[in-house]
């Protein structure tokens, strides 16, 4: 969530899209990433996946308020699919190292695999748009 005061700020998108660069970097599992942002009275939704951005247009926060409750209702309760991870990856230690971050599975079918190392992964966000 990005707020401020300032209406229409150029710079909170260009804000939120390095934030989500950096999760897209540190977080291989995200498939998409939702983020809110708040400039003086109006707040919007932006949809970040690796191919690019979507903008909602903006809401007043006290006109449409009910649209605004709904979607931190969704944030905190959602499932972490619906948050944009992917259910494939499994974000816990099966062997456990001492002092180390947690090692990244991935599961196929039934089967877990360790991730050793990242061949690929993305590190740009392509394009943007405007829904």
């Known amino acids: 969530m990005?707020?401020?005061?300032?209406?229409?700020?150029?710079?909170?998108s260009v804000?939120?899209?390095?934030?989500?660069?950096?999760?897209?970097?540190?977080?291989?599992?995200?498939?998409?990433l939702m983020a809110i942002s708040i400039s003086a009275q109006v707040f919007r939704l932006h949809v970040y996946d690796r191919s690019g951005v979507i903008h909602s247009r903006g809401y007043n926060i006290h006109i449409h308020a009910?649209?605004?409750?709904?979607?931190?209702?969704?944030?905190?309760?959602?499932?972490?699919?619906?948050?944009?991870?992917d259910?494939?990856?499994i974000y816990f230690d099966i062997i456990p190292r001492p002092l180390s971050s947690t090692?990244?599975?991935?599961?196929?079918?039934?089967e877990i695999y360790i991730v050793i190392r990242?061949?690929?992964?993305?590190?740009l966000i392509r394009r943007r748009a405007t829904l």
Do not use: W
Request: hydrophobic share 40%.
């Open 103 to 110: 090692s990244r599975t991935i599961r196929v079918g039934t």
């Open 15 to 32: 804000n939120l899209a390095r934030k989500a660069y950096a999760v897209f970097i540190a977080q291989p599992g995200h498939r998409f």
């Open 66 to 85: 009910d649209i605004f409750s709904k979607l931190l209702y969704f944030f905190a309760f959602a499932q972490p699919k619906e948050l944009g991870y």
């Open 2 to 12: 990005e707020v401020t005061s300032k209406p229409n700020n150029p710079n909170m």
């Open 118 to 123: 990242v061949i690929f992964c993305s590190q």
């Open 87 to 89: 259910p494939t990856f």
